[in-house]
């Protein structure tokens, strides 16, 4: 599994970006949003329990993730017709204000080395990426337990001091000053 320092795989994957099939889809590169910090995260397969709550809850944070420089994408393994299904008959993903990115190949989940061995789809991983596209955290769930999206929101802030910051810190807290 690709790690802390790593560059994170070039990727071009179709994305389901609203709910309208005539102007729903489109293409995301890893060159897309060149320049910010990515928050990419995966899932399972669509039309399951604990992926929704996962992605509503990084929904919800969108706007604090923007105003970071941080645009976030959501990956897994299905389709972006799937993706699109799921959007459209899901209360919590109608609003949906980021991409859902189809790794239907799996190439990209591959290259990081986020596939289940015994079922082939993605684990429960996040990544945070820097500007230069080097990895800069990394958080893998098994499949039955869902992530903190909140926890991702405090590392990116954690990240964007380049400082020291002691355990549980957050954002306006003091950051520790070597002696």
């Known amino acids: 599994m690709?790690?802390?320092?790593?560059?994170?795989p070039s990727f071009d994957l179709k994305?389901?970006?609203?709910l309208d099939p005539k102007t729903a889809f489109a293409?995301?590169?890893?060159?897309?949003?060149?320049?910010?910090w990515k928050i990419v995260f995966f899932w399972p397969k669509d039309f399951t329990f604990v992926c929704p709550?996962?992605?509503?809850?990084?929904g919800k944070l969108n706007k604090e993730f923007n105003e970071r420089?941080?645009?976030?994408?959501?990956?897994s393994t299905d389709s972006e017709f799937v993706h699109l299904?799921?959007?459209?008959?899901?209360a919590d993903l109608k609003a949906l204000p980021f991409a859902m990115l189809?790794?239907?190949?799996?190439?990209?989940?591959t290259a990081l080395g986020i596939l289940d061995k015994n079922e082939g789809v993605c684990l429960r991983a996040t990544f945070i990426v820097d500007p230069e596209g080097i990895i800069r955290f990394v958080s893998v769930n098994d499949l039955s337990v869902g992530r903190n999206p909140q926890e991702v929101l405090r590392v990116l802030d954690a990240l964007q001091t380049d400082e020291l910051c002691p355990c549980n810190w957050q954002k306006g807290e003091e950051v520790l000053k070597a002696a």
């Open 2 to 8: 690709l790690t802390i320092g790593d560059k994170f």
């Open 15 to 18: 994305a389901v970006k609203s």
């Open 27 to 36: 293409q995301v590169t890893d060159k897309t949003d060149a320049g910010k």
């Open 53 to 58: 709550t996962e992605i509503a809850a990084f």
């Open 69 to 75: 420089d941080a645009v976030v994408y959501g990956v």
């Open 85 to 90: 299904a799921w959007r459209q008959n899901h």
């Open 102 to 109: 189809a790794d239907l190949k799996r190439e990209l989940s």
